[in-house]
Nanobody
Framework: VQLQASGGGLVQPGDSLRLSCAAS????TGWFRQPPGKEREFVAG???????KFHARSVKDRFIISRDSGKNTYLRMNSLKPEDTAVYYC???????????????????WGQGTQVTVSS
C-alpha cells in the first residue's frame, strides 16, 4: 500500500487545516504526528468501513478524521495550537471491517509525512 500525505503548512493559532492521505488501497487508516524532539504519537484512527473512529484525548473535539467512499482519508484540524506543530503521518493497516487501530506497531504501511507549523 502506498500512502501520500498532503495539506500541511504554516498557520496561525486558531486556524484550521485539512490534511489528506491518498492511498493506493482502502485499508484501516491512522494519523500520527511527531513534534520536534519528541516521539511519534497517535492522533486519530478510522476503520476500513469508515463508521468507527477514535481520536486522541489531546485533539478530541478539535480534530476530525474521516474518509471518502474510495481510498482517501482526511484529518480536519480546527483551533490549531502551537503544540500541534509536528510532522503528520498517515498509516495503513491491512484490515477489513470495523476495527480502529491506535498503536503505531499495528500499522503496516506509512506515508512520508507533511509538516504542520502553528505559529504567530
Amino acid at each position: 500500500v502506498q500512502l501520500q500525505a498532503s495539506g500541511g503548512g504554516l498557520v496561525q493559532p486558531g486556524d484550521s487545516l485539512r490534511l489528506s492521505c491518498a492511498a493506493s488501497e482502502r485499508e484501516a487508516t491512522g494519523w500520527f504526528r511527531q513534534p520536534p524532539g519528541k516521539e511519534r504519537e497517535f492522533v486519530a484512527g478510522i476503520s476500513y468501513r469508515g463508521g468507527e473512529k477514535f481520536h486522541a484525548r489531546s485533539v478530541k473535539d478539535r480534530f476530525i478524521i474521516s474518509r471518502d467512499s474510495g481510498k482517501n482519508t482526511y484529518l480536519r484540524m480546527n483551533s490549531l495550537k502551537p503544540e500541534d506543530t509536528a510532522v503528520y503521518y498517515c498509516a495503513a493497516k491491512i484490515s477489513g471491517g470495523s476495527r480502529v487501530y491506535t498503536v503505531e506497531s499495528d500499522y503496516d504501511f506509512w506515508g512520508q509525512g507533511t509538516q504542520v507549523t502553528v505559529s504567530s
